[in-house]
């Protein structure tokens, strides 16, 4: 994926900016401060992002690591913004602050994941300087920065992955994000924004304000179907105005998550027992190398089936492969073969997706094993009514549109799953739906009239309204979009 002069924008993590994203983030800003004087942009690339400062005759600073050529709106600084933090932090004594001079901070950071050189070669420094927050991506690590180094009142506006907003391991950074600055706008984009230059990644803007007394309602935006009906929406401001609290959802053990334009309905369902307060949610094995202890037929010495990742499949799925019989012994005498929770292999129970966009939970055999997807165990009295509820659309809506919007579902999240509160009856009515769906070995094609059925029965005890259960339906069939 190369882009002018040679250079791997996958290195870089380089994506130019849409001239009409630019201009909105920009125009935002200047709406609430009109009478600022200097912007910074802390990965300027081409300066895409900063015309419409430039304009309106505010002095601009801009970084980048890399000269992309010639400068016409911003004093260019060839360097690296982490390394630019790091100074101005090491030069601080006591409780002093950084407090840049700039009264705006606008920024596309780079969309690098861990597996940048750059993050492996400097981890030790990065822990340091970043503490709690995490070193997981570069993103998250310029927002933190960009929050940490701004004086009070200075206005930030940030289009950026949005896994932020809901991984479990951006926690801190969401409260970096609460504790010290004002949320003006959260809005969501569609998947399609940036395809033209080969990325397909989940991105939202997010426009703050440093210090939390500037903190008025928040305009947000669910995800558009795609860049043209954004563009749209932004160019008529047709947001929703909503308070704080109703963007942040409290999920378990002091967890939270940001969501944007989910049901009030909805969100108290997490006042309700979790899964994971309920039954045992937990992860199982992890090879370490799964072409070695993992075969596709079963054979002599490869004879525990093995499940991973149900994937798209619900009620029922054929195991992934079969485990080496001598599973326990190289947990014991190989390092990286892990098997945790020993105590529940080969139970019977019900195993989740891990990968991907959509959620699913199947039946899980006794007698099987299980990878470091979520799999859950209850009573046997349990599991067939648990199994319908999970792969109802509403446990879609909550996992997908709540809990994680990345495409790794660990049983961290699962566990988080609230339970609704069910009667015998129900119960039983969901279980015979399951078993029937199991027995007959639906696929994901197949399965759409007994989900249907699910979604009926459990809508009916919440008493939704048919708006809220039609918003819930449509982002389970449109996950790709929705998520």
């Not at 802390?42 to 900063?50: H, L, S, Y």
């Not at 002093?96 to 981890?123: F, G, S």
């Not at 669910?222 to 929703?240: D, M, Y």
């Not at 334009?261 to 039954?279: A, K, M, W």
């Amino acid at each position: 994926m190369v882009i002018e002069n040679g250079v791997d924008r996958r290195e870089l993590g380089y994506y130019s900016t849409p001239e009409f994203i630019a201009r909105f983030m920009t125009d935002s800003m200047l709406a609430i401060n009109p009478n600022g004087k200097y912007a910074l942009d802390p990965c300027v690339g081409k300066e895409e992002m900063i015309k419409d400062f430039y304009h309106q005759n505010i002095d601009i600073d801009g970084i980048d690591i890399y000269n992309h050529g010639d400068y016409y709106y911003c004093n260019f600084i060839q360097g690296d913004f982490i390394n630019f933090y790091k100074e101005c932090k090491s030069n601080l004594l006591f409780d002093q602050k950084i407090n840049l001079k700039y009264d705006y901070v606008i920024a596309n950071p780079p969309y690098n994941c861990h597996e940048l050189d750059y993050i492996r070669t400097n981890k030790r420094n990065l822990n340091l300087l970043f503490g709690n927050i995490g070193v997981h991506n570069m993103y998250s690590m310029f927002i933190s920065a960009i929050i940490d180094s701004a004086k009070e009142g200075a206005l930030i506006s940030i289009i950026s992955s949005d896994s932020f907003l809901t991984t479990r391991m951006h926690n801190p950074l969401r409260d970096q994000i609460l504790k010290n600055c004002s949320i003006h706008y959260l809005i969501l984009c569609p998947t399609d924004l940036f395809w033209d230059q080969k990325a397909d990644v989940r991105t939202c803007i997010l426009i703050l304000q440093k210090g939390t007394n500037f903190q008025k309602s928040v305009r947000v935006l669910n995800r558009p179907k795609n860049r043209n009906e954004l563009q749209l929406k932004l160019e008529h401001r047709s947001f929703i105005s909503t308070e704080l609290d109703t963007i942040i959802n409290i999920s378990a053990n002091d967890d939270f998550e940001f969501v944007v334009d989910i049901p009030v309905e909805v969100q108290s369902l997490f006042s309700s027992p979790r899964i994971g307060e309920t039954f045992k949610c937990i992860t199982g094995i992890s090879t370490g190398q799964d072409a070695r202890f993992i075969s596709k037929e079963k054979k002599e010495g490869f004879e525990i089936p093995f499940y991973k990742n149900p994937g798209t499949r619900k009620f029922y799925c054929e195991q992934d492969g079969f485990l080496t019989n001598d599973y326990l012994r190289y947990d014991k005498e190989i390092k990286n073969f892990m098997v945790r929770n020993k105590s529940y292999m080969l139970k019977e129970g019900i195993t989740c997706s891990s990968m991907g966009v959509s959620f699913g939970a199947c039946y899980l055999p006794a007698g099987s094993t299980y990878g470091v997807n979520a799999n859950i165990f209850c009573n046997q009295a349990d599991i067939w009514w648990l199994l319908s509820y999970l792969n109802s659309s509403l446990v879609t809506y909550i996992v997908r549109g709540i809990l994680c919007r990345s495409n790794m579902i660990t049983s961290g999240y699962v566990s988080k799953i609230p339970i609704i509160e069910l009667d015998n009856v129900t119960k039983n009515l969901l279980e015979k739906i399951a078993k029937d769906a199991y027995g007959k070995r639906m696929s994901p094609k197949e399965n759409s009239v007994t989900i249907n059925l699910i979604d009926k029965i459990i809508f009916e005890k919440l008493g939704f309204t048919e708006e809220i259960e039609d918003e819930i339906i449509d982002f389970a069939a449109n996950l790709k979009s929705r998520v």
